[in-house]
């Protein structure tokens, strides 16, 4: 659709808008119940680096990912997580598995048939992709996604 679109603008600003955020990274923005304790979980056990900006922020946190994308943690009262809120794609799911669960962190187990999603073992397969969920420190959902090509 935005291709056909595109093809068809004749406002090169619109087409230099879509062109710069295809190539913007992007960051997650989460809350958490306790700024410090989440710290602790991006730094300590995911191995997040503070962002150099973070220095000057009071309420909220910036961690550096991988290909220049962040997460920014900011102090909420409160916590609704239904859904995931963000992905990391890792290259080898199961090893990146065994180093979180090291560090503490537990592994979500799904079986929703209206969804067609059930894990084993923690992971759930579709296609090319395998996924496995978990819960920050503050119980936003995270997921690891890894992705083989047939």
């Known amino acids: 659709m935005i291709q056909g679109w595109v093809a068809e603008s004749r406002d090169t600003q619109d087409l230099e808008r879509i062109n710069m955020l295809s190539t913007a990274p992007i960051s997650a923005i989460l809350p958490a119940l306790d700024l410090e304790r989440a710290k602790k979980f991006y730094g300590e056990s995911l191995g997040l680096r503070t962002a150099p900006e973070s220095r000057d922020l009071k309420e909220e946190v910036v961690f550096e990912a ?9 102090h909420r009262d409160t916590i609704q997580s239904d859904h995931t809120e963000a992905g990391f794609w890792v290259q080898d799911l199961v090893k990146e598995m065994d180093e979180l669960r090291k560090k503490g962190v537990d592994f979500e187990e799904y079986d929703i048939p209206e969804m067609h999603l059930k894990t084993e073992e923690g992971i759930a397969a579709e296609g090319p992709v395998r ?14 996604n890894e992705y083989h090509a047939s």
Not at 66 to 74: F, I, K, P, Q, S
Not at 132 to 139: R, V
């Open 131 to 144: 996924t496995a969920w978990f819960k920050d420190s503050e119980g936003n959902i995270l997921a690891l």
């Open 66 to 74: 991988g290909d220049g994308t962040r997460v920014l943690l900011y």
